[in-house]
């Protein structure tokens, strides 16, 4: 009910602003955006308390950091099983650790505390990361911060299933999530050095977001891409502090435990990419049937749907382009580009669509504003998908297992939507054309 008021009262539509409650719709200044960030820390703390039980990625994380911290290979399980026996509480469950040695190298202080302090801590840090990502969500999709829209953007947040799934699991999809969006609002406002850094850190923890860096390529903004090499030969460097974990982060990709963990993953239930949903419709998998026997149809549509998304989105961009007073750092743009990130790659975890909390923001935003029936039937049916808590055991063979890749169509969804606005825009009327 607030998000639906904060609509109606946000375009006047069926009723006046009642004067008496101008306050909620008054901007908010420094200080009253900093009170509503402690504010809203606080009641999404209170909300996700609990998780600290669980966040199963978490042990990884912090066995990682304790032992790089040792000199040892934080990408051997049999290490990281090791330390977990001499740590009270960890329940390491044999996870392998995934990412840059520089990630389990910023989680040393963790590693230093007692592990349930140090899983408070980290539940602590994502509450931060989250708050932040509603703050730069409503930036970059230019809707005013007043209580109105902060009451909305938090009561999205507070009942979106990716950012449970985020911090049930304690993965670092939310930092993700927040130094990228963070990127992009730095980059909006021409602060390139902050923009690069963000970019270039939350871009390389697991790599598939790094393929929004061909956007200011295409645009050819020579001083964030000038920024940016700079950040990543930084990165770069601080990896030679930590060489030997480097090689060892590189073994274990070329590794026979790599392939096998990899082959599993992406054939899971718990993978919701383009190409866990090809291979269970068109081909044996470990855990389905598939609809319709075709190995050849899936060697065809696996390379074809990711060239396909880049296609769509390489097109939305050009007709963007073409529109008189075109802005390279609209919303709509950025959401596309986010979603077709998410879809491309061939590993999606259920919790990495917690970056799609923006562009679904932003979606239903334009949608409303610019009176777009069919995006916003789209992304509702979207949201519909994703929100569905059906777990993929229980959902029978045959057609309906088609469910089982719900998020995938929810996310897909999501896409088309954005894609619409971006390359269906509406036409401008003769009579508003100057002259």
Known sequence: MMALSFILTEFNILMPRPVGLVFLWTPLDAGGRLLAFLAGFGMLFWNYSECVKRQ??????????RALENGENPYDPARLSAIARTVEGAGYGGLPYLYPPYLARVLTPLAHLPFFPAAFLWLVLKCAALEATIFLALFLARIPVHILSLAAGHLAALFYRPLALDFNAGNIA??????????????????????????????????????LALYPWHLRDKPFLRALAAAFLGLGLMALI?????????????????????????????????????????????FAQPLVFSPALTSILIPLFPLLIFAAMAYAIHVQQKRPGFDPFDGPIF?????????????????????????????????????????????????????LDWPPNHIPPGITQLFIDKDFFGLLAF?????????????????????
């Open 56 to 65: 199963w990625d978490f042990p990884v994380y912090y066995l990682a950091a």
């Open 174 to 211: 939310i930092f993700e999530s927040a130094l990228i969006l963070g990127s992009l609002a730095a980059w909006r406002r021409a602060r390139y050095g902050t923009a690069s850094v963000l970019f270039a850190v939350g871009g390389t923890l697991k790599g598939a977001s790094l393929l």
């Open 242 to 286: 930590d060489y030997p974990a480097a090689v060892e982060l590189i073994r274990f990709y070329r590794g026979p435990e790599w392939q096998a963990l990899w082959d599993e993953q992406v054939q899971s239930f718990y993978n919701c990419s383009s190409v866990t949903v090809i291979l269970r419709t068109f081909s044996d998998t470990y």
């Open 335 to 387: 959401a596309l580009l986010i979603l077709g990130t998410l879809l491309i790659p061939p590993r999606l975890a259920g919790y990495t669509l917690a970056w799609t909390y923006f562009p679904l923001l932003q979606i239903l935003w334009t949608a409303i504003q610019k009176s777009r029936s069919g995006s916003l039937g789209l992304t509702l049916a979207g949201w519909i998908l994703i929100q």
């Open 415 to 435: 896409f088309l939507a954005a894609f619409s606005l971006c390359a269906f825009p509406p036409k401008t009327s003769a009579s508003s054309l100057p002259g």
